[in-house]
């Protein structure tokens, strides 16, 4: 069982910034990617943006040049760098790992963009 705690959501004003962060419990397994997802009120869960233990990201292309995902390996710590936010940025955050065999979700985190 993986556990995950995720920080850094907020109310930010259109043009702003934010860091969300999430740690994940020492695994049994290796962790393939880490990854953000997010969720808009009525909408479907999207993904963000993703990052392998390679180093390689994976970004929607609605947040490409102004979100940057990056980890600490050796923390199992993942983080997303949020810049230029737009209110359609709003949604709650979602942080996900997956182990292989497992897949496992943060608890989210709340980010409000206001115009």
């Known amino acids: 069982q993986v556990q995950l705690v995720e920080s850094g959501g907020g109310l930010v004003q259109a043009g702003g910034s934010l860091r969300l962060s999430c740690a994940a419990s020492?695994?049994?397994?290796?962790?393939?990617?880490m990854g953000w997802f997010r969720q808009a009120r009525g909408k479907q869960r999207e993904l963000v943006a993703l990052?392998?233990?390679?180093?390689?990201?994976n970004y929607a292309d609605s947040v490409k040049g102004r979100f940057t995902i990056s980890r600490d390996n050796a923390k199992n710590t993942v983080f997303l760098q949020m810049n230029s936010l737009k209110p359609e940025d709003t949604a709650i955050y979602y942080c996900n790992v997956d182990t292989g065999p497992y897949s496992y979700w943060g608890q989210g985190t709340q980010v409000t963009v206001s115009s």
């Open positions: 020492r695994s049994s397994f290796s962790i393939n990617y």
């Open positions: 990052i392998t233990s390679g180093g390689n990201t």
